[in-house]
């Protein structure tokens, strides 16, 4: 599977400018669609990242896929009635940047810690996030992060899949801190024990090895 390009405020306007083309044209095959996006935009001459932004958003489901061709969907169209008919607002930028860190998190999310910082994330996206939950929570910690993220409008089912892609990359990251500890038979035996019952109390069944 290809890598999720980092999110930037570049790609996040190129993602506007392919849900306003597909506005326009309806449907399109992913290479029209790009060629397209990238001749009739007014925005910095054409010159933006539009595979990117295409890769984004199918997976923050803001654009699907049918038969080769790209489409707009339900969460694309509320991008567009958030914007201006000639850019992105920071309540279209916003609603964007929520989609993409819920429906696809970054690596960094379950690994940061309760006063670590977004890695990757440029400030001015932080500020996207505002306005501020907590006074007492420091700006821009990953705990400020998800509660910025509490305001977001999608539904709720999305946080379940953001804490079970958590707890997913939690289980890899033990199974491969154990095989490279030298303790590979350990690491077969790592269970993603969430799954199967509330009953354990917590998400991950690990060894210690050698930390």
């Not at 083309?21 to 449907?27: K, S, V």
């Not at 033990?174 to 509330?198: I, Q, T, W, Y």
Request: hydrophobic share 40%.
């Amino acid at each position: 599977m290809k890598a999720a390009p980092p999110i930037t405020k570049g790609r996040l306007t190129a993602l506007w400018v392919v849900l306003s083309t597909l506005q326009r044209t309806g449907p399109l095959p992913q290479e029209r669609l790009a060629i397209y996006a990238r001749n009739h935009s007014s925005l910095r001459g054409g010159g933006l990242p539009t595979a990117d932004a295409i890769f984004l958003g199918l997976r923050a489901q803001l654009l699907s896929e049918r038969s080769g061709s790209i489409a707009i969907t339900p969460g694309g169209l509320e991008v567009l009635r958030l914007s201006t008919s000639s850019e992105p607002t920071h309540e279209a930028y916003r609603f964007m940047l929520q989609r993409v860190l819920l429906l696809d998190p970054p690596s960094w999310v379950p690994f940061s810690g309760p006063q670590g910082k977004p890695r990757a994330l440029e400030p001015e996206l932080l500020r996207m996030l505002e306005p501020r939950p907590s006074d007492e929570e420091p700006y821009g910690s990953i705990r400020w992060f998800w509660l910025a993220l509490e305001h977001d409008p999608t539904h709720s089912s999305l946080r379940s899949k953001t804490g079970l892609l958590a707890e997913e990359a939690t289980l890899r990251f033990e199974c491969a801190r154990l095989r490279n500890e030298g303790f590979p038979h350990l690491a077969k035996r790592v269970e993603h024990v969430a799954v199967m019952s509330d009953a354990f109390g917590f998400d991950v069944w690990s060894f210690a090895g050698r930390s």
